[in-house]
């Protein structure tokens, strides 16, 4: 079972910031929160992800909120590249274990 | 240096056939995972493998097998394959745990 929540669809103007929502209230003190994004039928591609602090890299800002029970990730200046499905998504990691559990993501629409 | 390369792109089945999805990595990972992809749906994961001569099921794994024998590659077996098994596969891998997955560009699957 997906162990995350995301609203089913946003829209996003270009060039403004777009703030994609996570639920993961019932992520355990070991499992890391990841965002892939997939754009049209690729494979999905890496974004950002985070355990505990708040991460920021080239692409993205993660935000996880104290208790960790929800992040959001923001894109800062949306392009209409941006345009694809995101995918919250906890990383079950331990010994012999390495799993990625996905749900159904959010699809962004980037609009002009 | 290529990544992940899923081999074939493309694959037409009819119904009790078996085959085998390929699925190698140059970056030297010991992660890898096979994942299934349905219209509209997240990802579900199917086997992965924490190291060579290591694999373990995920949350769909009827009707699949997979082995490891060396780093390099991770093959997906179809024993006998069935409608349901219609899909698009995407096969990943990481260096180690808790850093991110890399996805090869994905097999669709129709079998008739």
């Known amino acids: 079972d997906a162990k995350t929540t995301q609203p089913t669809s946003m829209d996003c103007a270009e060039g403004r910031a777009a703030n994609l929502p996570c639920n993961h209230s019932t992520i355990s003190g070991n499992e890391y929160v990841y965002w892939y994004r997939q754009i049209h039928s690729q494979g999905p591609q890496y974004i950002i992800h985070g355990l505990k602090n708040n991460e920021t890299n080239e692409m993205a800002s993660l935000i996880i909120t104290e208790d960790r029970k929800s992040s959001t990730l923001i894109l800062p200046h949306a392009t209409l590249r941006d345009t694809a499905v995101y995918y919250c998504i906890v990383r079950v990691s331990e010994y012999n274990t390495d799993k990625l559990i996905f749900g159904t993501g959010t699809r962004l629409q980037v609009f002009p | 240096n290529a990544g992940v390369t899923q081999t074939p792109k493309f694959q037409v089945l009819k119904t009790g056939q078996s085959m085998t999805l390929q699925c190698a990595q140059d970056m030297n990972h010991e992660y890898m995972s096979w994942y299934r992809q349905d219209p509209g749906m997240g990802l579900r994961l199917i086997h992965y493998?924490?190291?060579?001569?290591?694999?373990d099921q995920g949350e769909v794994p009827n009707g699949y097998n997979v082995s490891r024998s060396t780093t390099e590659d991770f093959p997906l077996r179809l024993l006998s394959a069935a409608p349901s098994q219609t899909s698009v596969y995407f096969c990943a891998s990481s260096y180690s745990r808790g850093l991110p997955q890399h996805f090869g560009d994905g097999t669709r699957l129709s079998i008739l």
């Open positions: 493998s924490v190291g060579a001569g290591i694999t």
